[in-house]
C-alpha cells in the first residue's frame, strides 16, 4: 500500500451551548413540571485529519478537484483509495458528511483518465443518490482534460436510444441493482465493451442492502463478478457505508470476496447536543379496548420544530411519509400564524417527487436561510447535500442505529454546534430507547443481515445465472445449491449436462425466463401491480405474499406521500385498483394466525425453558381491518373475507413449563394474557437486536402448542424461507427478552398500550393482554436463562 505521508489538523468550534440553547428554547415552551424530556447527552467536537493527495493520482484529477474548492482529502479519503488502488476491495464506513464520495472518486477518476478504454460502474439504491453523484462527477469531467470519461445514467428512466449511447460510449456508468440485474447481466453480450475492461465498481450506501433485499442485491453481485470474470475482468469493489458494526464482514458477504474495511473518520464534527424526548399521555382520546395513547410524534414535531424556527435556527425534521411531512409542516405553520406570522413561509415540507431541480432548491434555501424548517421523509437521508443545519428534529426511531445517526449527522455538518431531537412514537421500541438511552446512543451500529443462501432468493437468481452463463458444478458446490437446483430440474426449469469428462454444467431451458419473475427490492413471488383506478397509470408493485395484508379493499395506500384507498384487490389478476384520496384515517389489517413446526435447527434447553431456531409453516387469514384517525383514536374494525395464506419461514420459539408458570404466579386462565403480551412486546423489540421493522416479522403464541405440548411463543421472519432476523433472535435472545421486559415494566399505564404490549396488526383485538403476567412470564424465563444451558439441538421435527 502508498500511505500518505503528512497530515494536519483542522479545528473545530467545540463549545456546546448552541444546541442546548436550541434546546432550552424548545423546554420552554412545555407546561410546568412536564416531563417529556427523558435524556440529554453533549457529544464533543472532533478534528478533522487531512493529508496530501496520494502520489499516484493524476493531476488532473487533483486540479478537477481543486477547481470544486477541495484542497485536500481528509485521512480516511486517502486510505480507502490507497486500497482500492492496490487491488483490494475495501469499505468506507463513516458519518453522515464526511466525504466518502472522495474516497472512490480518487481511484476510479485516475483509472479511466490513464486507461482510455477502462470502464466503472455506480450502484445506488435509489435514483436520487445515484443523480446526485452523477451530477458530482459530471461536474469534475464536463470540460479540460477528463472529458472523455462520459458518465451517464442507465436506469428505468433512460430512452432508448440513450441507453444505446450509453452502451457505446460511456465509461462510467451510473445505475441500481435493479437494473444490473434486468438490464446489463441479462443482455451482457451487448455490455461487452463494459465489461471487458471494467476496473471498478462502486456500491454506495451499502448499509441499505439488508434482509431479502440485501440477500437479492448480494447475488446480483455475485453474478456480476462471475459475468465480468467471463470477459476477463477482476475489478475492484469499493463500497460506502453509514457508520456500522462489522463493516468489513457485511461488505464481503454482500460482494462475496473479502474487503478490509475503513472506520476511522478523519473529518472535523462539531459539538452536537442530543435530546430524547416522549410525547405525554393523552387523557381525552383512548385507543384500542380502552388504552392510553400519547400525542402523536407528528404533533409534538411540529411544536418542537416551530419552537426552532422562531430561534431562527434552520430545521430538518425527519418523519416517516410523506404525508407526516404534510402535517408536520402544516402544524408548524399554525403555530408560527398565532405568534409571528412572518415566518409562515419559511417553513415547507418536501413533498415533490424527487427530481433533481426539487433538491436543489430546498438545499439553496435551506442553506441560504431563506428556508428555516422543512419536514421531510426518511429518504431524505440519502443523495442530498444540505450543510450546516443547526438543529436535526428525528420523529419516531428511524428503524436502526445506523439511520438515526445518518440523519442526526445532518445537523452542525463540520465545524458548529448543533441540536439533535427524537422524537419517540407510541412504540414499544421508541418507549425502550428514550428510557434507556445507552441502548441507542452507547450502541455500536447494527451489523447489516443478508442471507444469499435462502432458497426462495437462491433458485430464482441461479436460475438467472445460469441462462446468463451455464453454472458448472464447481460453482454448485461453492454456493451448497445442489438441493435447490434439484428441485428446479424436476420443476423443469434447468437440467444438467455432462460434458467429455469435464463435469457437468446446468442449462436453463427453453421455456424459462427467470430475470423478469425475480423483484431484486426483495418480493418473492408474483408482485401485485397497484393501479390508479381512474387514470389506469401504474402507481407500482407490491409483494404478493402481504398485499392481502396492505392492499386489502379498503386499505389506505401512501405512495410518494399521496394517499391512495384501495377499491378492488384482483389476486387472480394480480392487480390493485385505487383511487387518489385522504379518507382522514390510516388502515392495519387484523390477520388470524397459526404455526407448524417443521424442523429444529438449533435447540437449547435452560432449565424450565427451552429456546429454539426452526423452519416453521405459517398459516395465516386477513380477516378485518382497524381504521385509526391521525390522532390515534380508533375509529371502528372492518371485517374482511380473504382467502388463507401459507408461509414457509423461519422462527425463533421459547417454550416454558407449567411449573415454572405456577411459580411465577400465573393462574391456568391467565397463561394465553401473558404469552399473548410478551409476544407482542418482543416483536416491538426484536428491531433493537436485528436490523428490521416490525412490518417486517409476526408471532404466534400459544398456551398449548400441539408441537412442543407446552406453553410457546414463536416470533418469526415475514419472507419465504426467512430473512434472518429470527437467526439474530435467538442468537441475542437475552438482551432481546431483557429489553422486552424493561419496556413492558418501566411503562406507566395500567393494563397495556400501544407504547408497550398492544400490537397494530394483531389478529384478536389486542385480546387477551395480561400486562402484569408478561412481566412474572418474562422475569422468570430471564431467570432460567441465566442459569446453564444443554444443546439439545436435533434435525427432527
Known sequence: MNPTSQTSRIGVDSGPSYGRSLLNRVLSGAPEGDSRLTHVVELSARFGEITEWPEWVAPEVIGALQATGIEAPWAHQSRTADFAVDGRHVVLSTGTASGKSLGYQLPVLT???????????????????????????????HEGPLRDIHPATYDGDTPAEIRQWVRANARWIFTNPDMLHLGILRSHQRWARVLRRLRYVVIDECHAYRGVFGSHVALVLRRLRRIAARYGADPVFILCSATAAEPAAAASRLIGAPCVAVTEDASPQGPRTVALWEPPLLTSVTGENGAPVRRTATAEAAGIMADLVVEGARTLTFVRSRRAAELTAMGARRLLAETDPALVERVAAYRAGYLAE?????????????LLGAATTNALELGVDIAGLDAVVISGFPGTVASFWQQAGRAGRRTQGSLVLLVARDDPLDTYLVHHPEALLDKPVEATITDPRNPYVLGPQLLCAALELPLTDAEVDEFG????????????????RTANGSGGRWYVTAEAQPHDAVDVRGGIGTPVAIVDGETGRLLGTADAARAMATLHEGAVHLHQGEVYVVDELDLDGGVAFVHAGDPGWTTSAREVTSIAIETITDQREYGRVRTALAQVRVTAQVIAYLRTLVTGEVLDLVELDLPTQTLPTRAVLYTVTPELLALAG????????????AEHAAIGLLPLVATCDRWDIGG???????DTGLPTVFV??????GAGFAER?????HRWLSATLDVIDACTCIAGCPSCVQSPKCGNGNHPLDKAGAVRLLSAVLTELDGPFDDVTRHDS
Do not use: M, N, W
Open 666 to 677: 400465573i393462574e391456568p386462565e391467565d397463561v394465553p394474557g401473558a404469552l399473548h403480551a
Open 481 to 496: 445449491a445442489l438441493d435447490v437446483l434439484t428441485d428446479l430440474a424436476k420443476k423443469g426449469l434447468i437440467r444438467r
Open 729 to 733: 433472535g435467538f442468537a441475542r435472545l
Open 716 to 721: 418469526y421472519d415475514g419472507q419465504p424461507g
Open 700 to 706: 404466534v403464541s400459544i398456551a398449548e402448542h400441539p
Open 358 to 370: 426539487d433538491r436543489r432548491a430546498l438545499e439553496a434555501a435551506l442553506t441560504s436561510g431563506a
Open 111 to 141: 483509472a479511466l483518465r490513464d486507461d482510455p478504454k477502462a470502464t466503472a460502474l455506480y450502484l445506488a439504491p435509489t435514483k436520487a443518490l445515484g443523480a446526485d453523484q452523477l451530477r458530482a462527477i459530471s461536474e469534475l469531467t
